[in-house]
């Protein structure tokens, strides 16, 4: 079964808005999650990595004003799009690694994010 | 910065065929990963590989981890419906994040 559950699954929003999507590992604490971007037919691109009790990590080009993460406890990382505009529409994906491991990653089921 | 080049980028087959894809980097990595992802869904995890040399299976999936630490592979026999999807080879170095390909998108033909 699912290991990492993400919420909402889908989500449409006026552009200006902000849009939380909710990461969550089930069953097992992730000190560290991932959040990335999917472009249709493309890779997944790494936007950031989530740390629990301290700052995300950002990768470069990607806005952290404009991404806020939030890694609320062991098993809760939230990725906030803020001021949504229609260019932020995408496919956004958490991963966790398994518990114990660095590299193994569980993935999230995907939000997809469409902005107006 | 680092790259993983997989190959092929689509393959057209019929059913019942043996599907093979894969991938390789200029650098060396830990751990190889290969995923499937299905439209509007994350990516599943379908095989890790640990150690250079590894052949492992799951199912009518093979993979193995390249002796040179550079390459991997994975075959899939006997192709069904089901297997219809992109998959995703991915590259971890010890303390780095994940590199991922750029896909392989799996057409059944009728």
């Known amino acids: 079964g699912a290991v990492v559950s993400q919420h909402p699954s889908w989500v449409i929003c006026k552009s200006g808005t902000s849009v939380k999507i909710e990461c969550r590992s089930l069953?097992?604490?992730?000190?560290?999650m991932f959040w990335y971007r999917q472009f249709p037919k493309q890779s997944l691109m790494l936007m950031a990595t989530?740390?629990?009790?301290?700052?995300?990590?950002?990768e470069q080009g990607v806005e952290k004003d404009k991404f806020l993460i939030n890694h609320a406890s062991l098993t809760l990382s939230t990725l906030t799009v803020t001021s949504a505009h229609p260019e932020d529409s995408s496919f956004y994906i958490c991963?966790?690694?398994?518990?114990?491991?660095?590299?193994?990653?569980?993935f999230g089921p995907g939000t997809r994010l469409t902005v107006l | 910065g680092q790259q993983l080049n997989q190959s092929p980028q689509s393959m057209f087959i019929q059913e019942g065929e043996d599907v093979s894809m894969n991938c390789t980097s200029s650098?060396?990595?830990?751990?190889w990963l290969w995923y499937k992802q299905d439209p509007g869904e994350g990516p599943v995890l379908l095989i890790a590989?640990?150690?250079?040399?590894e052949l492992t299976s799951n199912g009518r999936l093979t993979a193995q981890f390249g002796i040179t630490r550079k390459d991997s592979f994975l075959n899939i026999s006997a192709s069904i419906p089901s297997d219809v999807g992109i998959y995703f080879c991915?590259?971890?170095?010890?303390?780095?994040?994940?590199?991922f390909g750029k896909g392989t998108r799996l057409h059944i033909l009728p």
């Open positions: 991963s966790a690694p398994r518990e114990g491991s660095t590299d193994t990653q569980y």
């Open positions: 069953d097992f604490q992730a000190t560290t």
């Open positions: 989530s740390n629990e009790g301290s700052k995300a990590t950002y």
């Open positions: 650098s060396i990595f830990n751990t």
């Open positions: 590989l640990y150690k250079a040399g």
């Open positions: 991915a590259g971890h170095k010890r303390d780095d994040k994940i590199i």
